[in-house]
């Protein structure tokens, strides 16, 4: 067999008119290891390529119905028919026939009489380089599938810094500029490096090549641009070489991770921290507001609700089970259940929202601007319903439940210790009922 099998033989849709020279074809054909399908004209064989397909075409010029040139060009147009060699066999000779045959968009041009070693040769040749070609575009398209599936924006560059591959998050980035395939890849005008205070793009993307070519690991380092219309952007960016099995350079893929929120959210607790001092307003087991963070929080809060007439909402929780669980298995577990406890009130409440660990099993929540006390209350259950969920410890589940008291402003009282106060009585009078419930604070006499 000359032609390698691929797991089955290759199909050769052989098309003349004469009906001698169609036989010697498909026979000779056939010996090379082809599957073979023969016609007779230029219009069966279109209509055969299109319901079977084939690898290749042998087609001759002169034929009825439909020519070799016009069932040449047909083909060619068809999606199947984009990269199957088409041998034109014809005993046309002059230049203008050549020409057409080739513009029709034949790949090959053998004359009558055919010689047949001439055209084993090039049937060979152009089905193994048509398989090679087939193989680097499934290739290449398994590759972009791969970078498409990267959900943050990337692009793979080779060692010459020109864009090979690009999914479309990448194409339309505010750090890149005008990134598109076969093309250099440059930085947006404006973009800097703020851990190193270089502001040059040029000279970071030369940065983030030297240093993924110099390196097994992958290179990180923020980048940062003000878009004049977009706004502000910061990513990180991961760069990688992609290397041969020699360790030889090929280039690299660049991962753009978007971390505008994270870094932004950065700005904003650094500067309250160097407002408030982070160590002396946040509980060092949970992260979360401390007892006096929190109340320096309602007290600011209330004096600016009495001005806005903005209602506020203060949640007092208390966990049931919590010392069964600290004294069964041990202070380790039971700072994990506070951690975990705290994590769990966090993903409840909205971003606004202030959630603190007042000491001890004791957390507290304050709401801004609540619409009225069943949407309060109705929050409380979801905070109900997040602790009693099975909590995950190293030496299995641990089952919880809380005591939940509510206030608010100004229905409860017009401070902060009095609301607090007042939450505090409705957790205690849930205990006393048996605890795992939520409870709204009586209102003061005369309200």
């Not at 978007?258 to 982070?278: F, H, I, N, P, S």
């Not at 007092?316 to 004294?327: E, P, R, S, T, W």
């Not at 089952?399 to 229905?411: E, K, N, Q, R, T």
Request: charged share 25%; glycine share 8%; net charge negative.
């Amino acid at each position: 067999m000359l032609i390698a099998d691929r797991g089955g033989p290759y199909r050769a849709l052989v098309v003349d008119d004469d009906g001698v020279l169609r036989a010697a074809m498909q026979q000779f054909i056939s010996q090379l290891g082809f599957e073979v399908q023969t016609t007779d004209n230029g219009q069966r064989a279109l209509e055969r390529f299109q319901a079977q397909g084939a690898d290749i075409v042998l087609l001759d010029a002169a034929m009825p119905v439909l020519d070799g040139f016009a069932a040449c060009e047909a083909i060619r147009a068809l999606p199947a028919g984009r990269h199957v060699p088409i041998i034109m066999i014809t005993s046309y000779e002059d230049e203008e026939s050549v020409d057409r045959a080739f513009k029709s968009g034949a790949t090959e041009y053998v004359t009558k009489p055919i010689h047949w070693a001439v055209l084993r040769n090039r049937v060979r040749q152009l089905v193994e380089a048509a398989e090679a070609a087939r193989r680097l575009r499934q290739d290449r398209a398994f590759f972009q599938s791969l970078v498409d599936a990267i959900p943050d924006p990337t692009l793979v560059c080779d060692r010459d810094g020109v864009v090979r591959w690009i999914n479309q998050d990448a194409a339309r980035h505010p750090l890149v500029a005008e990134a598109a395939l076969d093309a250099p890849l440059r930085l947006a005008p404006g973009v800097t490096e703020p851990d190193s205070g270089e502001s040059d793009p040029s000279a970071i993307l030369a940065r983030i090549r030297a240093g993924a070519a110099a390196a097994d690991t992958p290179l990180e380092l923020l980048l940062h641009r003000v878009d004049p219309l977009a706004g502000e952007f910061y990513a990180e960016a991961h760069a990688r070489a992609l290397r041969g099995v020699d360790g030889a350079n090929f280039g690299l893929i660049l991962r753009l991770q978007d971390v505008t929120a994270r870094e932004l959210e950065d700005q904003r607790l650094r500067r309250q921290v160097t407002r408030y001092g982070e160590l002396a307003h946040r509980d060092s087991l949970t992260g979360l507001a401390n007892r006096r963070r929190f109340e320096d929080l309602l007290h600011e809060a209330v004096a600016t609700a009495g001005r806005t007439g903005e209602r506020l909402a203060v949640i007092f929780l208390d966990l049931d089970g919590f010392k069964a669980v600290n004294d069964t298995r041990g202070h380790a577990a039971g700072d994990q259940v506070l951690c975990q406890v705290a994590a769990r009130l966090q993903l409840v409440v909205r971003r606004p929202d202030t959630v603190s660990r007042l000491g001890g099993d004791e957390f507290a929540v304050l709401l801004r601007d609540v619409p009225g006390s069943s949407a309060v209350l109705d929050l409380g259950g979801r905070l109900l319903a997040a602790i009693c969920a099975p909590i995950e410890l190293a030496e299995g589940p641990a089952a919880l439940g809380a005591s939940i008291g509510v206030s608010l402003f100004p229905d409860h009282g017009p401070d902060g210790a009095t609301l607090l106060r007042c939450a505090d009585e409705a957790m205690y009078a849930v205990k006393s009922r048996g605890k795992r419930g939520v409870a709204m604070a009586p209102l003061p006499a005369g309200r």
